[in-house]
């Protein structure tokens, strides 16, 4: 079979991408090895940027976001045992962020996708790119029935998570560079059956480590605290979480409200940078190319970022057979990648325990955290950086 983009991977950003190109007129399949049952049945977070809710509407997802996404106009920073609000809409004329979750999103797209006779193909294995420096790349792989199949098509798009194998294909050394870093923390999270705690989320900061209260729906709750990476599951019982979440974050205008806890799991944390993004007619957008500590909730929005800026490069080219586009697809996105990682990086080491901290660290971080709330400028850094820059600069 033939197509003009080929997507391995159907989470955010290979579902994005096929639902953009086909708004631009140009064919794509997509390969995801998940069944759609998992796709849309895992859970997972969502804090979504203004950049990210506003392409939603634009290009005709945002029905359910608008009916049923919760608009945050701040953030709350705790330290001292008191709240520092940020308040978005103050500070970036009017821009906001949506609590949706990403299974709600991915729903969306699979929806509009198929509506729109889109050719999404779960369950399949076995996926492996071959030829993508040649002008007819393949993708080989089984589908759900086992059988083999091939995939003839003029670009690539390696959008299958952190996971992958399409980054692979660009040879290490010699093209590629991997910047990694392991944060010595993880997150403990939780999801109860509980009212909200607050009506925005809460980043706390405290001596005994870090702890986020978040919201999913009205009855469901998201909180999470800062354990040891090589922490387990098993060694908190619903007691002592709940215990942990009161003495990080309760105090003057703010009591966590307990509940039914009904999953638990423990989340490391990382930064990844592949540089560059593409090798040939393989071109790469979202975890399979950078992955983001989950402190600044930008890993999703950051991915839907990639591909915005990657299918206006593949439809110029399928429209004027210019490479320009896709030739500075890495330039173009690179800049906004590291500014990610920056931002979340300093929010994760400003909120922090770090290890072997004799006092001098949180004191520090105290300093920081009050410079930044006191200060406008600071505020508004904040601000910006969690809405989100517009796609355009």
């Not at 006779?117 to 029935?145: C, M, N, Q, W």
């Not at 003495?247 to 423990?266: L, T, Y």
């Not at 006092?359 to 910006?384: N, P, W």
């Amino acid at each position: 079979m033939n197509t003009q983009v080929g997507i391995v991977g159907g989470g955010p950003a290979g579902l994005t991408l096929s639902h953009l190109l086909h708004l631009q007129g140009i064919e794509s399949v997509v390969l995801e090895t998940r069944t759609r049952e998992e796709v849309e049945g895992t859970i997972r977070a969502g804090v979504l940027e203004q950049n990210t809710v506003d392409l939603m509407v634009d290009t005709g997802l945002g029905d359910r976001i608008k009916r049923e996404g919760h608009t945050h106009q701040g953030i709350e920073l705790r330290f001292g045992g008191k709240g520092h609000r940020i308040a978005f809409d103050e500070l970036t004329g009017g821009r906001a962020v949506t609590v949706y979750p990403q299974h709600e999103v991915l729903k969306d797209l699979i929806a509009r996708r198929l509506a729109d006779g889109g050719d999404l193909r779960f369950g399949v294995s076995d996926v492996h790119v071959h030829d993508h420096t040649s002008e007819s790349p393949k993708i080989i792989y089984r589908d759900a029935d086992g059988n083999e199949q091939t995939l003839t098509c003029a670009l690539v798009a390696g959008c299958d998570g952190s996971r992958t194998s399409t980054r692979a294909l660009i040879p290490a050394t010699t093209v590629r560079t991997d910047h990694f870093r392991q944060y010595p923390f993880a997150w403990f999270g939780i999801l109860a059956e509980a009212p909200p705690s607050s009506e925005e989320l809460i980043y706390a900061n405290h001596p005994r480590g870090f702890a986020l209260i978040s919201t999913r729906t009205p009855q469901v709750q998201r909180h999470y605290l800062q354990v040891d990476p090589d922490d387990s599951v098993d060694n908190w019982s619903d007691d002592r979480i709940w215990s942990e979440l009161h003495a990080r974050v309760d105090g003057e205008g703010a009591e966590i409200k307990d509940g039914k806890i009904f999953q638990k799991s423990i989340l490391q944390f990382r930064s990844f940078v592949c540089e560059p993004m593409q090798h040939g007619n393989l071109f790469l957008a979202g975890d399979a190319a950078h992955t983001v500590p989950p402190t600044g909730a930008k890993g999703m929005n950051l991915a839907i970022a990639d591909v915005y800026f990657l299918s206006k490069a593949m439809s110029e080219y399928f429209t004027t057979r210019s490479r320009a586009g896709l030739d500075s697809y890495t330039d173009t996105v690179m800049p906004r990648v590291w500014r990610t990682q920056h931002f979340s990086w300093w929010m994760s080491s400003m909120l922090h325990r770090l290890p072997d901290d004799t006092g001098f660290g949180h004191k520090r971080q105290i300093a920081e955290l009050d410079m930044v709330t006191r200060s406008v400028a600071g505020r508004t850094l904040i601000a910006e950086n969690y809405v989100g820059t517009p796609l355009e600069l």
